[in-house]
């Protein structure tokens, strides 16, 4: 199932991608007699995500072409969701290919920060250069969705506790990163300097996360690009990881790294593509 907010007459709502046009989560409800939480946010913590995508599979997908849609051509995408108890980054995750994999010190541990709520911006949203910051960069990145409380939880099964995956663009300012490397969390924090979505896609719609390709375009051209099994720290690892550290709770989010960074200024478009999923395109403004 593959879901988007979406601005409705000044609210954000959920919907879920049709064969016409994105369905209203308020419009399945009155067709199916249901009340599912109507915020991609409280479907995925309460649960009601899992619900919805059950009757998705049974009898949702044959009949949601027959509910009103809103066309693709006409959404007016919002971000996923405001207000994530935890944005956690991974820096550094890539590597150039599996040979490079191979001689990597096994006692190597990810590189982390957190982003604040309000750096959050959706697609086609300004990215807003901060005046004497300096150099920005842009990043295009996978985003993991986990969808239940877990703790300590182990490698093996850290998938299980994933809700779905989403396109991220995460902004640094690079001369602040520069001038101490202590600054990282200053440096991703600004303003608009986080961007998601505009397409949640759940985990079953995944067939193997690390076969996934992910690009940082920046005016249409493909300026980076990688796959997901050559990074460090898969998303198994890094969900295992930080659990040990830190609760991790349903609709927080990991960005797993970027296969390469591009330096953006005013004017600017910016893009993640990642097989399977919308790409999230943001523009550059001072």
């Known amino acids: 199932m593959k879901l988007s ?9 959920a919907a879920v991608a049709g064969p016409k046009g994105l369905v209203l989560v308020s419009s399945i409800n009155e067709a199916a007699k249901r009340e599912w939480s109507t915020e991609l946010y409280e479907l995925i913590r ?3 995500l899992e619900e919805l995508r059950v009757w998705y ?3 949702g997908a044959s009949g949601i072409g027959e509910l009103p849609a809103i066309p693709y051509d006409q959404a007016d995408y919002a971000p996923l969701y405001r207000n994530p108890r935890k944005i956690w980054g991974i820096g550094m995750n890539y590597v150039k290919d599996a040979e490079e994999l191979k001689s990597l010190d096994p006692n190597e541990e990810p590189v ?3 982003k604040p709520d309000t750096s959050i911006i959706g697609m086609l949203e300004a990215i807003q250069l901060p005046p004497d910051a300096g150099t920005i960069t842009a990043e295009a990145e996978l985003a993991v969705i986990i969808g239940r409380t877990c703790k ?6 850290a998938l299980d506790a994933v809700a779905g995956y989403t396109a991220s663009l995460d902004m640094t300012a690079a001369d602040i990163h520069a001038r101490n490397h202590r600054f990282l969390t200053r440096a991703k924090s600004f303003d608009t300097f986080f961007a998601f979505g505009p397409q949640f896609l759940t985990k079953d719609e995944v067939e193997d996360v690390l076969d996934l390709h992910v ?3 920046q005016g249409s051209k493909v300026m980076h690009r990688n796959i997901v099994s050559n990074m460090r720290f898969r998303p198994a690892y890094a969900i295992a990881y930080h659990s040990k550290v830190m609760t991790l709770l349903p609709g927080d989010i990991i960005m797993t790294g970027t296969p390469g960074s591009v330096v953006i200024r005013d004017g600017d478009v910016v893009e993640c593509r990642i097989d399977g999923f919308e790409p999230l395109i943001c523009t550059v403004r001072n």
């Open 215 to 217: 690009e940082t375009v």
């Open 152 to 157: 300590n939880i182990a490698e093996e099964e």
């Open 5 to 13: 907010t979406l601005r409705i007459d000044g609210n954000e709502r």
């Open 112 to 114: 982390g920060f957190l």
């Open 46 to 48: 309460t649960g009601e």
């Open 57 to 59: 599979i049974g009898e």
